[in-house]
């Protein structure tokens, strides 16, 4: 039981860190090296110096950033040539909790059909009373228990 107090507290901190970050996905196909170099007045070539590297790498480096094939460890270079510092989060696309509570049901519903089917099979006809009850049971335990295991 405290071990589930403190998941749930652990989860809605993090939960309510991470609803203060500003979701950029809706910039998708978007160079942030050329957002940031274009608003700072700092041509590729002038980039390029900073970094070490042509104006056509710069080019090229936008390019990739914009297909999302830039590593990160060039994405830090770039930001710190620009005065920026990267930040690179993963951002949940719901709360976390109902991401575990999702996956406790599909995971509880995967081990009721694996029960029916197997009851099926040895001439056991069950009820859907009795199979809600089951996957009741299941979610109560998969909460209860080592998180890892709703993953596997």
Known sequence: MKNNNLRHLYLAQLSSQIINIQDFTNRQNTSYINIVRKALGMTTRQLGHRLGISQQAVVELEKREKE?????????????????????????????????????????????????HHMDLEGQKTSDL?????????????????????WE
């Open 68 to 116: 999302g094939s830039v590593t990160l460890k060039t994405l830090a270079e770039s930001a710190r040539a620009l005065k920026c510092r990267l930040v690179y989060k993963l951002v949940p696309e719901e709360p976390f909790e109902q991401i575990i509570e999702n996956q406790i049901a599909e995971k509880a519903s995967e081990s009721i059909v694996y029960l029916s």
């Open 130 to 150: 009795y199979l809600k009850n089951q996957e009741d049971l299941q979610k109560q335990n998969l909460r209860s228990g080592k998180l890892s295991k709703i």
